[in-house]
């Protein structure tokens, strides 16, 4: 009869949890373990592994959702840096525009003022 464990049944024994110690047992001189334990002790160690091998996947699964989140964060910086990057090109290239427009502008003055300054 298999029962589920609850409060009022205290000396009861989880399976699980059970299965999780590790047993051993006490031979006399020359005897050896039967067919049923040694595959129990397998069992045992089968359950071992695949307990460890899925808290691999969950660390596995965990860094990858890490190494999405952070490829997301960072492709959304670069957008950013490559619009900002963008719009300073462009002010560079005004100020160009505009020095260049200056300086002609201070050459043709500079040109003019010996004429101004023979007619005064």
């Not at 129990?40 to 808290?55: C, N």
């Not at 160009?96 to 023979?118: I, M």
Request: proline share 1%; charged share 35%.
């Amino acid at each position: 009869m298999i029962f589920q464990k609850n409060k009022t049944m205290a000396n009861l024994k989880n399976w699980k949890d059970e299965s999780r110690k590790d047993w051993a047992t006490k031979l006399a001189d020359g005897e050896t373990l039967s067919t049923e334990k040694i595959q129990l002790g397998a069992i045992l160690r089968i359950a071992d592994a695949t307990e460890l091998m899925a808290s691999e996947q969950i660390k596995m699964k965990n860094d990858l959702e890490w190494y999405k989140r952070r490829y997301y964060e960072q492709s959304l910086e670069i957008q950013e840096i490559k619009r900002s990057n963008a719009a300073l090109r462009g002010h560079i290239t005004r100020l160009k525009k505009n020095l260049s427009e200056t300086t002609a502008l201070l050459k043709a003055r500079c040109q003019r003022e010996p004429e101004d300054v023979k007619q005064k």
